[in-house]
């Protein structure tokens, strides 16, 4: 059975920091690409940190590299731990944060509809 689920959201003020887990099984995830997006009310989901199966790569959508880092820990091939280092935190990073996965992208992938496998999410607020 799959199972993709965050933690570590919540409400902070800006300039604080906040992290974030993802803890996915039940698939050989250790070989999956995976990424954060997020979702602010009205807004379309938006990535926001992708990394490699190894996590030799990573990339960062403009609007927080600098601030955030994604990284992750393939503690067996079907039990893998996702993370996500937020820093300098903003308003405007207010909104719910979702982890995904999937075998079959490419390093780089930032398309939503790319990813197969989702996490139910987890709200972060940033106050000013």
């Known amino acids: 059975q799959v199972q993709m689920a965050e933690s570590g959201g919540g409400l902070v003020q800006a300039g604080g920091s906040l992290g974030l887990s993802c803890a996915a099984s039940?698939?050989?995830?250790?070989?999956?690409?995976m990424a954060w997006f997020r979702q602010a009310p009205g807004k379309e989901r938006e990535f926001v940190a992708g990394i490699s199966w190894n996590g030799g790569s990573s990339w960062y959508a403009d609007s927080v590299k600098g601030r955030f880092t994604i990284s992750r820990d393939n503690a067996k091939n079907t039990q893998v731990y996702l993370y996500l280092q937020m820093n300098s935190l903003k308003p405007e990073d207010t909104a719910v944060y979702y982890c995904a996965a999937d075998a079959l992208v490419v390093a780089g992938t930032r398309r939503p509809n790319a990813y197969d496998y989702w996490g139910q999410g987890t709200q972060v607020t940033v106050s000013s």
């Open positions: 039940g698939r050989t995830f250790a070989g999956y690409v």
